[in-house]
């Protein structure tokens, strides 16, 4: 679960959502008969984008820190969503939605199948009939041959300060699609160290028919892959993020 110190490293690292992911979400939300849901919001990269351009939509997620970074963001632009602490798998929400999204592969982050499989349920129970399901998740082909064994960055925050994040690679596993990381956040203010923050960093790489499975196995129809512009998800080079559409049945 995410903390203060990785909070606010994401939020300076990935401000925005990337346009053309956006736009894609954008334009399906026109489609939905109902409210949008997003599980595993985070600190509301696409969540308040998508509230601003006037949508309803409602978020979820376990992080606290995460959860209190979009509170702040949308009172600081006068915008309104229900907001719910939970992880996705346990989502008991009071009402229904016309779409769902899990944009940018986060639901890689449950490596656990029955985790992963429950999930997918408490998506299916909280669509209305008709509605759709729209998620990414990390591929199998994405996976490197040559895993990348450490690495490091820094972004610094408004007052001067900067945060500093190493990552070491624990473990990998092409043939189960697992990989573990250790990651170390340190806050910095001039040479002094402020706070330290670690967290492990689970990763699951899927084949696109598997998942295609458990979204029928969860009861959905219609499931398809598609990218940002619109064409089939299949070609393996193409750069653009393959995002699964499924229905739940009228």
Excluded at 44 to 63: E, K, N, Q
Excluded at 111 to 131: S, T
Aim: proline share 8%.
């Amino acid at each position: 679960m995410y903390g203060r110190l990785s909070t606010q490293f994401y939020d300076l690292d990935k401000p925005d959502p990337p346009p053309q992911a956006l736009a894609f979400y954008l334009q399906r939300a026109t489609r939905s008969p109902g409210p949008l849901l997003e599980p595993m919001c985070g600190s509301g990269r696409f969540l308040i984008p998508i509230a601003r351009a006037g949508y309803a939509i409602d978020g979820v997620d376990d992080s606290n820190p995460m959860l209190t970074a979009c509170r702040v963001r949308l009172d600081r632009l006068g915008l309104r969503a229900n907001l719910y602490q939970a992880r996705i798998q346990d989502m008991a929400l009071p009402g229904q939605y016309g779409m769902i999204l899990v944009p940018a592969g986060s639901l890689g982050l449950l490596v656990d199948p029955a985790d992963l499989a429950e999930a997918l349920a408490r998506v299916y129970e909280h669509l209305v009939p008709g509605g759709t399901f729209l998620c990414e998740v990390p591929l199998r082909s994405q996976l490197p041959d040559v895993p990348e064994r450490s690495w490091s960055d820094r972004v610094r925050r408004p007052d001067g300060a900067t945060i500093h994040l190493a990552g070491h690679l624990v473990s990998y596993i092409p043939e189960e699609g697992i990989s573990r990381s250790m990651i170390t956040y340190q806050l910095k203010a001039g040479h002094r160290l402020r706070e330290v923050e670690t967290e492990e960093f689970v990763l699951r790489f899927h084949d696109p028919g598997d998942f295609a499975s458990l979204l029928a196995d969860a009861g959905f129809e219609d499931i398809e892959v598609v990218t940002y512009d619109g064409s089939d998800g299949d070609d393996e080079d193409d750069d653009t993020a393959p995002v699964f559409c499924a229905q739940k049945p009228l």
